[in-house]
């Protein structure tokens, strides 16, 4: 299943870039490809044309595959009585920078299920492969991708969304445990959620679902994608590890606090409107209000964030940010994404020589 994953996505290492909106560049995605493994690009939170610049920079820079990830969110549900509540509760946070919470909060990127020109754009562009996040698009528009030839993989969190993506005949699954850094990937937010760990949630899939599957959260180095492969996965997909990359669009406060002796994490749904694992920072420190009204939709509630945190920047305060992490995160390290990706295979065939020596001893 290794080797065939491999060779399924054109790469020659069991490495996966995460998609990372935000975080990921063209820079990072062609430097991560052109080493061997899988680059990504994030374009959830992107409008079609920003989406159409970055797979064409990125193609300029390697010829390789890479992956473009979008979100197939439920679109936002407007609510004025409550987005005015959550403003009227952060305004004292604005205050502290002198600043003034937006007048109103808007739905500020489009979700897939309704982007039709977003589809028109990745079946022109046609990268390698597509990846979904948050649920899945309608059969029409998978088979419009499928026809485009083009690969498609997409996140699961639990058995069950598994069993969709196989239903709908995509390619790779790639299973997201409670460990992974950012926006967990449930396709209904509004159910239980068991919060697997990478690790249960890999076996679960790669002894219950018949496609490859690609281990993600909290694998930071070789031992970690050593493990995953251990448990059946084709492949593992490491974000946190290239936050601190060179490559990343990522800000000081946000390289300095993952680069933190401190920098453990929680699940926040303050920032953006919707379930995430974040840095500790001034933002998750709001949740422990119990005042705290009841967040608005995503991404709407991410108006709002990203005004606050443009307030507290602005004045040299860097913890309103959305600094998205895993619970590896005290494993990062600094060097680029390139080097990062040799780092990692020298580590990982280590703990698999180690692991074939000590079984033969």
Known sequence: ???????????????IQAPMAGVSTPA????????????????????????????????????????????????????????????????????????????????????????????????????AIVSFHFGLPGEAVIAKLRSAGILLMASATNLEEARAVAERDIAVIVAQGAEAGGHRGTFDPALEDEYLGTMALTRLLSTGIDRPIVA???????????????LGAGAAQLGTAFVPCPESSIDEGYRRAILSASSNTTFTSSISGRLARSLRNSFTALDRDPKRPAVPSYPIAYDAGKALHAAGKAQGEFGFGAQWAGQGA??????PAGALVAALDRELHAAVDSLMHNSCG
Do not use: C
């Open 330 to 335: 005290r494993l990062s390290r600094v060097m």
């Open 216 to 230: 993600a959260g909290g694998i930071m180095d070789g031992a970690g994608i050593a493990a995953a492969l251990a």
């Open 1 to 15: 299943m290794h080797s065939a994953l491999l060779t399924q996505l054109g790469i020659s290492k069991p490495i």
């Open 28 to 127: 990072m995605a062609a430097a991560v490809s052109n080493a061997g493994a899988l680059g990504s690009l994030g374009i959830g939170a992107a409008t079609p044309e920003v989406a159409r610049r970055l797979i064409q920079e990125t193609r300029r820079l390697t010829d390789r595959p890479f992956n473009v990830n979008v979100f197939v969110h439920q679109p936002a549900v407007t609510d004025g009585a409550r987005e005015a509540q959550w403003l009227e509760w952060l305004a004292p946070q604005f205050a502290r920078f002198g600043a003034r919470p937006p007048g109103s909060i808007r739905e500020i990127y489009r979700s897939f299920v309704e982007d039709s020109a977003m589809l028109a754009v990745l079946l022109e562009e046609r990268p």
